[in-house]
Every structure is written in structure tokens, then in C-alpha cells.
């Protein structure tokens, strides 16, 4: 609990039931990165990295945006802004290598503005809601600034780079169903029902094969840097371990007794 003259955190960290949420908390400011929101993204993210309960990863946010970027305030209010932001950029490239490299599959909840690193943490994930009235922009060129985040790495390979790059130079503000049509987006859901609908999916795929899950985002984050002979191998090698889990075990029995798994997540 937060004490009355403490103030709330900017990130929450919850872990029930299998589901590891990330809530951004800062509503007044559009959840904007400063350091005190991107240290704590990235110390949940650390935490969420060494519990191994951990079977699915909800990213959301609180208020009408899910976030709008870094904040620029706090960039023009320090004494050295160059390493100040270098330094911000790489606190929140902390929390997302640490999620990107979990098993577990992250689900991010957009609503309202998702601009610049909230961009770059909507394309980090793996199965992503937006609210309709959510929209989607680089922003960094509007301010002179390059992308961070990941998100030269992660929009061409999740929206192409024809798409990425008119993103980028031109400042293009994508709307829900734009981006549900650029792949950027994995569903629409009306606004309302965000929150509930995110949750919902979370806790499905808590329910999940964790450790097949995770074998399967290493290969989906492998794939374009080999050739198709050498993926094929590790495809190989891959179902080859699967078969040797508990949960696969699970899996076959319960296909052949025609009833649902029970997945342990190993």
C-alpha cells in the first residue's frame, strides 16, 4: 500500500493466477516516460523475468491513453538532455528485453494514444487488443528525434518496411482499424470492453503450454536470420524437446481420452 505522502507508483505489478500485469499509472501525463515510470517498467519487468509462475504477461495502462511517449518535459528540464534520454531509452530497453525473452506470450491493451515508445511497446508484444478509438504514430521525427524502443527492428518485421518507413517520415497517425489492417493491431475491441477482453485472453493463455509457447517465440525471433534449411533443423530439434515436456505428455492424453488439457506450463 502507498502511504498518504508517498506517491503512487507509475507502474503496478501484479502476479496472480499465472498472469504477470504491468499497469502504466501515470493517467494524468498519458502514462508519458519519464524515468520514474520507465525505472519502474523496467524493475516489473526484472521481477516478472524470475518468477516462475509466470505464464502469460498483460502490458495495459490506466486512463485515456495507453501512453504518449516520452515525456519531453522531463528531456528539456535536464542539464545534459542527450544523456538523459540516452539514458531513459536504455532503462526501458531493460523491461523489454527482459519480456521479449520471457516463454511467456505478452499481451498489450491499447487505448487512446499509443505515440513513440508506446508504439515501440505495442509492437514488443505478441498478442495486442486496441480499444476503436485507440490511434498509433512514430512521433519521434515531430521533435527531431530517431525511434527507440525496438521499434526499427519490430514494425518492419511486424508491418513491413514500406509501411514503417511512411510512419516514419511522414508522421502518419494510424486509427484502430488502420492498424488492425497493417498487422500492427491483432484485434479491435470496442473501448468498454478493453480491459475485460485483454484479461480474459491473459488468463486463457496462462492456462496454456508455456514452455511450447516460448520455443515458439524463439523461433518466430529467429526466423528471418536463417536460411530456411538451418530453420528447418531447429524446427526439428524444437518439436523434438517439446515432445519430451510434460505438458505435450498432457496434451496427447487428453487428445486421445477426448477431453481438455490440463497444462502445467513445463
Known amino acids: 500500500m502507498t502511504s498518504p505522502d508517498q506517491p503512487a507508483p507509475p507502474v503496478r505489478l501484479a502476479i496472480a ?40 504477461i498483460l502490458i495495459e495502462a490506466e486512463g485515456r491513453n495507453f501512453s504518449v511517449g516520452g515525456d519531453i ?46 508504439l515501440s511497446l505495442v509492437a514488443s508484444g505478441d498478442v495486442v487488443l486496441a480499444g476503436a478509438g485507440a490511434t498509433f ?7 527531431g528525434l530517431t525511434a527507440d524502443g525496438g521499434a526499427t ?23 484502430a482499424a488502420e492498424a488492425a489492417g497493417y498487422g500492427l493491431v491483432t484485434r479491435v475491441v470496442d473501448d468498454a470492453a478493453l480491459a475485460d477482453e485483454a484479461r480474459a485472453l491473459a488468463a486463457r493463455i496462462a492456462r496454456g503450454p508455456t514452455a511450447a509457447y516460448g520455443a515458439i517465440k524463439r523461433l518466430l525471433a529467429g526466423a528471418d536470420r536463417a536460411t530456411l ?14 515432445m519430451a515436456t510434460h505438458d505435450a505428455q498432457q ?14 506450463g513445463r
Not at 522531463?74 to 528485453?97: V, W
Not at 519490430?154 to 502518419?172: K, N
Open 73 to 118: 518535459r522531463s528531456f528539456a528540464g535536464d542539464a545534459d538532455p542527450a544523456a538523459f534520454i540516452g539514458r531513459l531509452a536504455r532503462r526501458l530497453h531493460d523491461g523489454i528485453r527482459h519480456l521479449v525473452a520471457h516463454p511467456a506470450p505478452v499481451i498489450v491493451a491499447a487505448q487512446g494514444a499509443a505515440a513513440g515508445a508506446g
Open 153 to 175: 527492428w519490430l514494425l518492419p518485421r511486424v508491418i513491413g518496411l514500406r509501411r514503417t518507413q511512411e510512419l516514419a517520415f511522414t508522421g502518419r497517425r494510424l486509427n
Open 229 to 242: 534449411s538451418d530453420h528447418l533443423d531447429a524446427e526439428a530439434e524444437t518439436i523434438e524437446r517439446a
Open 17 to 56: 493466477d499465472g498472469v504477470a500485469t504491468l499497469t502504466l499509472a501515470r493517467p494524468e501525463a498519458g502514462n508519458a516516460m519519464d524515468w520514474a515510470l520507465l525505472d519502474a517498467f523496467a524493475a516489473g519487468a526484472e521481477r516478472v523475468a524470475a518468477d516462475p509462475s509466470v505464464r502469460a
Open 137 to 143: 504514430t512514430l512521433a519521434y521525427p515531430a521533435i
Open 251 to 264: 496434451g496427447i492424453r487428453a487428445f486421445l481420452d477426448r477431453r481438455a488439457p490440463d497444462f502445467a
